[in-house]
């Protein structure tokens, strides 16, 4: 006669608890983004009397470091708009940042402003269409990106032209956007913690519904 052996021990139900979601990492990356635009274009604008160099430590650790971060950040949260944007920004501070170290001092003063201007036409396209989406996004955001179109679009006129007065120009409305981006980042903060909008940001743009004979691919 055969023999059954049943387990008398009792049977542990496991419950899966998913991982715990990320930080808006949003105020993170607008606040690193406001405070290196904000040393360099003080810089273009003339105001800073030191050594010229000093958004250079802050391109690399704040606004190219930590903004990339939270780009990545931004993929984990599947906010497709903000990880393209903090990512390609951040490695814009920190590309830039390596620039100056390892090349601008193998340039001369025009070969410098030409290469100066190149960079900022690539990012000013990209910028481009970064800003029509920000229409979706909310206005707090769409005024970082309007004003840092303007910034790059008389950088890099400023630059290619060899014209001081556009580069002091684009570094005056280069604080605008930090200033911009600052507020957008407290924003950020303080509507986060208190789960309600206490600094105001606007609505964003709808997009259009989809036709029932439309398909997504």
């Known amino acids: 006669m055969a023999t059954t052996f049943e387990s008398t021990r009792p049977v542990q139900q496991m419950e899966i608890v998913g991982a715990p979601t990320a930080a808006d990492p949003a105020p993170l990356g607008l606040a690193a983004f406001a405070l290196t635009t904000f040393l360099l274009s003080a810089h273009n604008a003339g105001w800073t009397k030191g ?23 931004e993929f984990k949260n599947r906010n497709v708009f903000g990880a393209t944007a903090f990512s390609t920004y951040g490695g814009f501070w920190i590309g830039l940042g390596l620039y ?23 990012f000013f396209i990209f910028n481009t269409y970064m ?29 290619f032209a060899h014209t001081t007065n ?3 120009a684009g570094g005056i409305v280069g604080v605008i956007t ?5 507020y957008t980042s407290a924003a950020g903060v303080v509507n986060g913690m208190a789960g309600r909008h206490v600094l105001f940001v606007g609505k964003p743009m709808s997009f259009p519904a989809p036709s029932s004979s439309a398909s997504l691919r």
Not at 178 to 182: E, F, G, I, L
């Open 178 to 182: 930090a200033a911009c981006a600052w």
């Open 100 to 122: 100056v170290l390892l090349g601008a001092g193998h340039a001369t003063g025009h070969m410098l402003t030409n290469d100066l201007g190149w960079i900022l036409l690539a």
């Open 51 to 73: 050594t010229g160099l000093d958004w250079l430590g802050y391109a690399l650790a704040y606004g190219g470091t930590c903004q990339l971060l939270a780009g990545m950040w």
């Open 166 to 168: 556009l580069v002091k």
């Open 131 to 159: 800003l029509l989406w920000s229409l979706f996004v909310n206005k707090a955001v769409l005024a970082v990106f309007f004003t840092l179109e303007i910034t790059e679009l008389l950088l890099f006129i400023g630059n």
